[in-house]
């Protein structure tokens, strides 16, 4: 069976090598990283609802709803990307690299990495760089520091990182395939 063959979830060389605990980890954080992507979601939801039915009904949007729902919007931007990345869901434009020989292929496929790991690495410079600089500004319609609206974008790109060195070596990262949302 080959790689590609076995599921996420069933037994392949990885978990028999004893990197499962590795793999147990990997995925919790997945998890924990899905959580707060769909509880950012819904939190952006709620206070939307709640500003159009206080603007609407009671005559008086909160201060706090506007500003709280955008930066929501930034962190699911950054967590979504993060995981559509995960998942190979981004855009490729491949119809002029799969015209290459096999050996240029992966050649550019190594190239791309590295470009990956360098946005990711900008990703996470540029990010903490945004936080130290906002930390001491507020929000004012929250009176939250500045910095939360940029907190995603470096743990976007430790995520990014963390995710191209996987998939360099082999690991598949998806948790999602094309296979299981047919069934």
Request: net charge negative; charged share 15%; with cysteine.
């Amino acid at each position: 069976m080959s790689a590609s063959d076995a599921t996420n979830d069933g037994p392949n060389d990885a978990t028999k090598d004893g990197n499962e605990p590795f793999r147990r980890t990997w995925r919790a954080v997945d998890a924990v990283f899905e959580v707060l992507c769909i509880l950012c979601l819904v939190a952006t939801l709620l206070i939307v609802l709640w500003q159009v039915f206080s603007r609407e009904v009671l005559s008086s949007s909160p201060s706090w709803s506007e500003e709280s729902a955008r930066i929501l919007l930034v962190w699911i931007g950054f967590l979504g990307a993060t995981i559509g990345f995960r998942e190979s869901a981004h855009i490729a434009v491949t119809f002029l690299v799969d015209k290459f020989p096999v050996g240029l292929q992966a050649v550019i496929g190594r190239l791309v990495q590295v470009l990956l790991l360098g946005f990711g690495l900008f990703l996470v410079v540029q990010g903490t760089q945004f936080v130290i600089d906002a930390r001491m500004a507020t929000l004012p319609g929250t009176g939250l520091p500045r910095s939360v609206s940029y907190l995603m974008m470096p743990v976007a790109g430790v995520m990014v990182l963390l995710y191209t060195i996987l998939q360099a070596f082999g690991v598949s990262t998806q948790r999602y395939s094309e296979s299981d949302e047919t069934d």
